[in-house]
């Protein structure tokens, strides 16, 4: 069949290839008969290691340099260069007018246009004629279709949007449209509505375009990983397999070895008693021939009685032999018992298990490795790739060991909430499964469970300080970055990571003295200036923004932000109250309390907190007790009293609220975490953590519960302490403490 006559039943798209969408370049067949430029097939061996067909993705197992000797298909690569030839010699003009030609007649070799080619087309004996669509450079046919099919000359002036028609000013057919008063429109209003349609629906499709490449990228990405964990897993196998048979053959030798050194120390027993008897037969079997042949010799009676009294002693030793425990020995019985917990093991759990990852839900990337104290509550979150999501998440949580604690599983708008804590410290994982098992991506997540307690303390604050070095450390509070930020009554602060090293000094570039200090957000934060007698709000590189209380403050000790009602709340030592302000414009609101020792009154505040609904919590150092007043400033009660037990406070220094509501309080030598309605939880820290009138305190992590407190006074001669506890921080003067609550 000639090129001509194939042509006929071929569509262009059959000259191009699936990959590049381009006309093929040296077409190769694989053995499912698909067919693909050579540089296609190598771009994605390169890309993917392998060749799998685009169309019917067999896989074959191929390298590089086998691509180039796959069979050629001969009929596409002349089928191409007939076409090229075509295109190539396409003339300016149709073979019968001046139009553009645009289709060629492979049995009459001629180029026509649309026109022209209709009317080849009306004639019987050249209807079944090969014809072939060329290619047109896009502005020839964007000027072409404004000119008149009828009136090739004409241009197109009018569309009609009933008829959906153009017409050019010869076209009659326009005037029934006018006079059925049809929606005519000018040809470039038509050209604009549709090109802007054309546009809309183009980035339409590129979007579709996108997201469906994105979506391949994601699942050729998955399918790689996918097969990469399979040969991972079947390595893994065969690795464990050959351990535990390396292990159950080095066993085995060691007991065959004892079975062997059994039988040879019972051989030599058994040989030794075998040897004795024979022995004996030997003399039973000689005295015995010897006694009959004195059979009716009565001259062999003294010979007789010589044979007798050997006889009994053949026979007394017999007796001492049976008696004899090396002869009892020989009576052992030899047998093997396999052991119960191997097989009960493999009947169990196997040599291992296989997890299967689906990949409509995942756990959120924070959630995958967790740290928390025992018996601290925690949750897991999952979310769901499905636009519709009816599975039903299932969560198992365990420890080594085979404890066991209770989760609970909630959903809400797309993404599942798995809560659970765990009673015993250790690690711990949670397996998290969807309704057919699969476990979900990120599953299962690891869960430290850490002691509570000291962590570590940062020891002689004042050598990183250039200004004030013996003012005592006041204040530690958590930056914008998960550091922690140090004040002790001078212009630097100085900042550590959580692991206590030291991160930089930074100096105030205004003359104070910061004593306590509370982040507000944005990277603005606001300090009490024990210089200025004021409170300082400052942006992130520590520039003065405000002032609050200027000649109204006489010694500002403490500061909180309610962030809701943008009040800012300062506790006063000397004016024996707590100060309000408009933390926007600065402006002064009022005050909560008066100098006194009655409920509600106050003696030298030393710090101030916000619980989450609004209430005001007040240290009331001299008077020894924590108060909380209403956002109307009205005392709701006294929280703690005073007192040397626990549960009660002796000169509160420090306050603060942690992310579960529950308060946190310092007070002389100790650090105690009370509930939102002053009910007694725990002591932080322990008498012997060296802890000497505790001051600022921080909550710096959630998982775990981390604190950090500022110790005040001197320590064992140190200038001053930072202290980390699990969800509390203590401070040895100059000295900061870090606890695990």
């Given at each position: ?442 599953s299962p997540v690891s869960i430290k469970v850490e002691p509570v307690g000291l962590v570590h303390t940062i020891d002689n604050i004042s050598e990183y300080k250039e200004h004030s070095k013996t003012n005592k450390v006041t204040d530690v509070v958590l930056d914008s970055d998960g550091c922690m930020l140090v004040s002790s009554g001078s212009k630097d602060l100085i900042k550590f990571d959580q692991s206590g090293g030291f991160v930089s000094k930074i100096q105030i570039p205004q003359n104070v003295q910061v004593t306590r200090m509370h982040k507000i957000g944005n990277g603005t934060m606001v300090y009490c200036d024990h210089l200025g007698k004021c409170v300082v709000m400052c942006d992130n590189q520590y520039h003065e923004i405000r002032t609050f209380g200027k000649r109204v403050l006489k010694y500002p000790d403490g500061v909180t932000v309610n962030q809701q009602t943008r009040i800012l709340y300062i506790a006063d030592r000397e004016c024996h109250c707590v100060f309000k302000f408009n933390i926007d414009d600065g402006s002064l609101l009022g005050k909560i309390g008066s100098e006194g020792r009655e409920a509600g009154q106050m003696k030298q505040p030393d710090d101030v907190a916000v619980t989450k609904n609004g209430h005001v919590i007040v240290a009331d150092h001299d008077n020894k007790r924590i108060q909380m007043f209403d956002a109307n400033d009205k005392l709701i009660k006294i929280l703690v009293g005073c007192g040397q037990e626990d549960g009660k406070v002796l000169a509160p ?89």
């Amino acid at each position: 069949m000639s090129a001509k006559t194939v042509l006929k039943f071929f569509d262009k798209r059959d000259l191009e290839c699936s990959i590049c969408l381009q006309r093929f370049t040296d077409p190769k067949a694989l053995n499912c008969l698909h067919i693909y430029c050579l540089n296609c097939l190598q771009d994605l061996m390169r890309r993917h290691g392998k060749i799998r067909c685009p169309k019917c993705r067999q896989t074959y197992d191929l390298k590089d340099g086998d691509l180039k000797h796959l069979k050629c298909n001969e009929t596409i690569s002349y089928l191409v260069e007939y076409v090229e030839k075509i295109e190539s010699e396409k003339p300016e003009t149709c073979s019968r007018c001046a139009n553009q030609p645009q289709d060629y007649c492979s049995e009459c070799e001629m180029y026509m246009c649309r026109q022209c080619i209709q009317q080849h087309k009306m004639f019987p004996a050249l209807a079944n004629h090969s014809l072939y669509t060329l290619d047109t450079d896009i502005e020839e046919k964007s000027e072409d279709s404004l000119n008149c099919q009828n009136h090739p000359d004409k241009k197109l002036e009018d569309y009609c949007r009933t008829c959906k028609l153009p017409a050019c000013e010869d076209c009659k057919h326009i005037l029934s449209c006018y006079r059925n008063q049809h929606k005519v429109i000018p040809m470039e209003t038509a050209l604009n509505d549709i090109n802007k349609t054309v546009t809309e629906t183009m980035k339409t499709a590129e979007g579709i375009k996108r997201k469906l490449k994105e979506r391949l990228d994601v699942i050729t990405k998955e399918r790689s990983e996918f097969e990469s964990n399979l040969k991972l897993s079947r390595t893994a196998i065969e690795i464990h397999e050959k351990t535990i048979i390396r292990k159950v053959k080095e066993e085995t030798k060691i007991m065959m070895a004892n079975l062997t050194q059994i039988y040879k120390e019972q051989s030599k027993v058994i040989d030794r008693q075998v040897k004795s008897i024979e022995f004996k037969l030997t003399q039973v079997n000689t005295l015995m021939e010897s006694i009959k042949k004195t059979m009716n010799k009565p001259t062999e009676t003294e010979n007789l009685a010589s044979y007798q009294t050997t006889i009994t002693v053949v026979e007394n030793d017999a007796a001492a032999d049976e008696l004899d425990k090396s002869f009892t020995k020989t009576r052992i019985t030899l047998k093997f018992i396999p052991s119960p917990h191997l097989v009960e093991l493999m009947n169990h759990e196997g040599v291992g298990r296989l997890i299967t990852v689906g990949g409509v839900h995942n756990v959120n990337k924070e959630d995958e490795n967790i740290s928390v104290t025992k018996g601290q509550p925690f949750s897991v979150k999952v979310s769901s790739l499905a636009e519709s999501d009816v599975a039903q998440l299932t969560a198992t949580l365990s420890n080594s060991s085979g404890a066991k604690s209770a989760t609970e599983v909630k959903r809400r708008k797309g993404q599942y909430t798995v809560t659970g804590r765990c009673d015993l410290e250790g690690d711990w994982h949670m397996d998290i499964t969807d309704g057919d098992m699969s476990h979900v991506i990120g599953s299962p997540v690891s869960i430290k469970v850490e002691p509570v307690g000291l962590v570590h303390t940062i020891d002689n604050i004042s050598e990183y300080k250039e200004h004030s070095k013996t003012n005592k450390v006041t204040d530690v509070v958590l930056d914008s970055d998960g550091c922690m930020l140090v004040s002790s009554g001078s212009k630097d602060l100085i900042k550590f990571d959580q692991s206590g090293g030291f991160v930089s000094k930074i100096q105030i570039p205004q003359n104070v003295q910061v004593t306590r200090m509370h982040k507000i957000g944005n990277g603005t934060m606001v300090y009490c200036d024990h210089l200025g007698k004021c409170v300082v709000m400052c942006d992130n590189q520590y520039h003065e923004i405000r002032t609050f209380g200027k000649r109204v403050l006489k010694y500002p000790d403490g500061v909180t932000v309610n962030q809701q009602t943008r009040i800012l709340y300062i506790a006063d030592r000397e004016c024996h109250c707590v100060f309000k302000f408009n933390i926007d414009d600065g402006s002064l609101l009022g005050k909560i309390g008066s100098e006194g020792r009655e409920a509600g009154q106050m003696k030298q505040p030393d710090d101030v907190a916000v619980t989450k609904n609004g209430h005001v919590i007040v240290a009331d150092h001299d008077n020894k007790r924590i108060q909380m007043f209403d956002a109307n400033d009205k005392l709701i009660k006294i929280l703690v009293g005073c007192g040397q037990e626990d549960g009660k406070v002796l000169a509160p220094c420090g306050i603060t609220i942690d992310m579960d509501g529950n308060m946190i309080v310092s007070s002389n030598h100790k650090l105690q975490l009370f509930d939102q309605n002053g009910k007694f939880i725990k002591r932080i820290d322990n008498e012997d953590d060296g802890l000497d009138v505790p001051a600022g305190i921080a909550v710096i992590s959630q998982r775990p519960r981390r604190v950090v407190v500022a110790n005040h006074v001197p320590n064992n001669n140190r200038p001053g302490t930072i202290t980390l506890l699990k969800h509390v921080s203590t401070n040895k003067i100059m000295t900061i403490y870090v606890f695990i609550v």
